[in-house]
């Protein structure tokens, strides 16, 4: 049952963070800053945050706690920092951009909230893979 | 600092568990057994000690460093 919550939720964050990385890339492409509609990032990370919820619901606590072990909080915890300085490598590399007039600044505000998300997502999903 | 030696996977074999049953009784994930297992991931003294219950041995019959 553990297995299950686990594949549920690396697939969903996985995609949440897809999602994230080809909203900011469609931004970038057509300049503009809602080349979809705005919600849809939120809303499929709403979506992903509810079907974690009740898959983990459905397996029980027990399953629950094994999915969410120390191997777990390992994967996480190394997601998180480097998320965190990938981030601020972001926030450098689109403000150099936009000061040199590649990107916008509102285009670049989009793009740097975009892939501050997907980089802790995806690389959650990396790793929770390569531990497998 | 000396390499930790693992022999996880040949206790559980001995008592005739797979993965998935030691993972039950230590309640953990199978990923975490396959991954302590294989020696990329060093579990806490906490779940070492709950391996070694499970297993009915000592922590030492699981894990022991490296001789230099």
Redesign the interface.
């Known amino acids: 049952m553990?297995?299950r919550i686990?594949t549920v939720r690396s697939a969903l964050l996985g995609l949440t963070g897809l999602a994230c990385v080809l909203y900011a890339l469609g931004v970038l492409v057509t300049g503009q800053v809602d080349p979809v509609p705005w919600y849809v990032p939120g809303a499929l990370g709403l979506f992903s945050a509810l079907a974690i919820t009740v898959t983990a619901l459905l397996s029980g606590r027990?399953a629950t706690?094994?999915?969410t072990?120390?191997?777990?909080r390992?994967v996480r915890d190394r997601a998180e920092r480097q998320a965190y300085w990938l981030s601020m490598a972001l926030f450098v590399g689109v403000a150099v951009a936009a000061r040199a007039g590649l990107v916008g600044w509102e285009q670049g505000f989009v793009v740097l909230g975009c892939l501050m998300g997907a980089s802790f997502l995806l690389l959650f999903v990396w790793h929770d893979l390569r531990?497998? | 600092m000396a390499g930790l030696v693992v022999h996880l996977e040949a206790r559980r074999r001995a008592a005739g568990m797979t993965q998935a049953d030691l993972a039950e009784a230590a309640g953990v994930s199978r990923k975490t057994i396959n991954t302590v297992e294989n020696g990329v991931f060093v579990p806490s003294t906490v779940l070492a000690l709950r391996l070694a219950q499970v297993l009915g041995c000592s922590v030492h019959d699981l894990f022991e460093l490296e001789r230099e």
Do not use: P
């Open positions: 553990s297995e686990s027990r706690e094994a999915a072990d120390e191997l777990y390992l531990m497998r």
